[in-house]
C-alpha cells in the first residue's frame, strides 16, 4: 500500500492551500485517514482526522480553518487549509489505517511520503 500526497507549496498569510493524498495497492477497505505535520525542531502532531463514516476531528489549533473531507471511492483523503499562519509551516503527512486484501483482512497503518507547506508572514 502507497500513500501519495500532494500540493504543498509557499502561500502568504492569510492564503490558501488544498492538499491531497491518494492511497492505492493492496486496498480492501481504509478505515480512518488523516493528517499530521512535524514543524522544524518540533514533534509530529495531529491536524485532522476523518472516519470511514465520515466524522472528522481536528487539532484545536486548527479549528474553523482547516477543513478535511475523504473520497471513500478513490481512496483518497483532501486538507482544505485557509486562512493559514506562519505557525502552519510544517511538512504535512497523510496516513490511513488500511484493511488488506494481501495478506487478507490484515489491518495496518501507512504514511505517506510528507508535502512541505510554507506560509510566509
Known amino acids: 500500500v502507497q500513500l501519495q500526497a500532494c500540493g504543498g507549496g509557499l502561500v502568504q498569510a492569510g492564503g490558501s492551500l488544498r492538499l491531497s493524498c491518494a492511497a492505492s495497492?493492496?486496498?480492501?477497505?481504509?478505515?480512518?485517514m488523516g493528517w499530521s505535520r512535524q514543524a522544524p525542531g518540533k514533534q509530529r502532531e495531529l491536524v485532522a482526522r476523518?472516519?470511514?463514516?465520515?466524522?472528522?476531528n481536528y487539532a484545536d489549533s486548527v479549528k474553523g480553518r482547516f477543513t478535511i473531507a475523504r473520497d471513500s471511492a478513490r481512496n483518497t483523503v483532501y486538507l482544505q487549509m485557509n486562512s493559514l499562519k506562519p505557525e502552519d509551516t510544517a511538512v504535512y503527512y497523510c496516513?490511513?489505517?488500511?484493511?488488506?486484501?494481501?495478506?487478507?483482512?490484515?489491518?495496518?497503518?501507512?504514511w505517506g511520503q510528507g508535502t512541505l507547506v510554507t506560509v510566509s508572514s
Open positions: 476523518i472516519t470511514s463514516g465520515g466524522s472528522p
Open positions: 495497492g493492496s486496498i480492501l477497505s481504509i478505515n480512518h
Open positions: 496516513n490511513a489505517e488500511v484493511v488488506m486484501t494481501v495478506p487478507y483482512h490484515v489491518t495496518s497503518g501507512f
